[in-house]
Nanobody
């Protein structure tokens, strides 16, 4: 029953910014690591950024310096601020959240398209 609701995707031009949001619902508790992944046709889903319950962050090399992941446990959400977007960033972005002891849940995905 726990679900993640994603928003913020869209079509932008190269160099512009976009902010993705992911909110948990359905009684999710004891949030662990939260992360954003992305997937393009012909490629496996790849980790873009993650943030631990303690606030430690990790970023894919391709997005370092441009993307920022943040979390708000009170609101049970995780955001991804995407700046200086490039056409290579075009993908479906998925939110993933760990909760409880060993559980995790995926969002439905939101399309991000960056035109040159």
């Amino acid at each position: 029953q726990p679900q993640l609701v994603e928003s913020g995707g869209g079509l932008v031009q190269a160099g512009e910014s976009l902010k993705l949001s992911c909110a948990a619902s359905g009684g999710m508790s004891r949030l662990g690591t939260m992360a954003w992944y992305r997937q393009t046709p012909g490629k496996q889903r790849e980790l873009v950024a993650s943030i631990s319950s303690g606030g430690s962050t990790n970023y894919a090399d391709a997005v370092k310096g441009r993307f920022t992941i943040s979390r708000d446990d009170a609101k049970k959400k995780v955001d991804l601020q995407m700046n200086s977007l490039k056409p290579e960033d075009t993908a479906i972005y998925y939110c993933n959240v760990h909760y409880g002891f060993i559980s995790n849940v995926w969002g439905q995905g939101t399309q991000v398209t960056v035109s040159s």
